[in-house]
C-alpha cells in the first residue's frame, strides 16, 4: 500500500544553518505531496504541497520539490530560525482526499 | 481563518467508561471531516472519513461500534470511544475540509485530544 518514510528525529541544529528533511514515498498512481508542521500546542498546520513531478512547494522559506524519479520530497530551508522548532508531517494524498502521513520529525533550533 | 477546536484538550477515565470528543470549525462550513488517531513516535492514522449528514467510513481494522462518529451538523463531529480500555489511550485529532475556506481541498487540523484509560 502506499506509505511514506521520513528520517527519524530529532533534528538539532543551530540558528541560521542549514535545514533539510528527507522524504520518500511509496505510491501507485501520482499523489500530490505535502510538508504539515505542528507548532507545540497546536494542530498540524500545511506548510506547503506539490501536485505533480517537479513541481516545487514553498511557503515560509521552506521548500520541496516533486522528484517522481526518486520518489521523494525533501524538505530544505537556507536558514533556520529557532521559531522553526516544531515537528514536520510529510504525507501523500493518492487524490481520494485521504492523507497518509510519515512519522513526525523534531526540529529543535538553538539560538 | 480555517479555524478547528477541539474538546477537551485531554481526559482521563476509568476503563469501561465511554469518552465523547468534539471537533468543531469555528469560521467555516466542513463538509468533510477526518479523524485521526496517533501513537507516541509514530505517524497520524487515519481512522474515519465524515461527511455532514450522513454515515462514517470507517479504515479498514477499525471498529465501528467502538468508535462512534456523528456530523450532525457543519461545524461539528464527535467521535465517541465506548467503552473505552488502555489499549485505547492515545492521541486523537480531527480535521475538516469545507466551504468558506481559502483551499476547499486542504485539511484543517484541530490541536488533537489526548486520552488516557485507567
Known amino acids: 500500500g502506499d506509505s511514506v518514510t521520513q528520517m527519524e528525529g530529532p533534528v538539532t541544529l543551530s540558528e541560521e544553518a542549514f535545514l533539510t528533511i528527507n522524504c520518500t514515498y511509496t505510491?501507485?498512481?501520482?499523489?500530490?505531496l505535502f510538508w504539515y508542521v505542528q507548532y507545540p500546542g497546536e494542530g498540524l498546520q500545511l506548510l506547503l504541497k506539490a501536485t505533480k513531478a517537479d513541481d516545487k512547494g514553498s511557503n515560509k522559506g521552506f521548500e520541496a520539490t516533486y522528484r517522481k524519479e526518486t520518489t521523494s520530497f525533501h524538505l530544505e530551508k537556507g536558514s533556520v530560525q529557532v521559531s522553526d522548532s516544531a515537528v514536520y508531517f510529510c504525507a501523500l494524498s493518492p487524490r481520494n482526499d485521504k492523507l497518509i502521513f510519515g512519522t513526525g520529525t523534531r526540529l529543535q533550533v538553538f539560538p | 481563518g480555517a479555524v478547528v477546536s477541539q474538546h477537551p484538550s485531554w481526559v482521563i477515565c476509568k476503563s469501561g467508561t465511554s469518552v465523547k470528543i468534539e471537533c468543531r470549525s469555528l469560521d467555516f462550513q466542513a463538509t468533510t471531516m477526518f479523524w485521526y488517531r496517533q501513537f507516541p513516535k509514530q505517524s497520524l492514522m487515519l481512522m474515519a472519513t465524515s461527511n455532514e449528514g450522513s454515515k462514517a467510513t470507517y479504515e479498514q481494522g477499525v471498529e465501528k461500534d467502538k468508535f462512534l462518529i456523528n456530523h450532525a451538523s457543519l461545524t461539528l463531529s464527535t467521535l465517541t470511544v465506548t467503552s473505552a480500555h488502555p489499549e485505547d489511550s492515545s492521541f486523537y485529532i480531527c480535521?475538516?475540509?469545507?466551504?468558506?475556506?481559502?483551499?476547499?481541498?486542504?485539511?484543517?487540523f484541530g490541536p488533537g485530544t489526548r486520552l488516557t484509560v485507567l
Open positions: 505510491a501507485t498512481g501520482y499523489p500530490s
Open positions: 480535521s475538516a475540509t469545507g466551504r468558506g475556506t481559502a483551499s476547499t481541498d486542504t485539511q484543517y
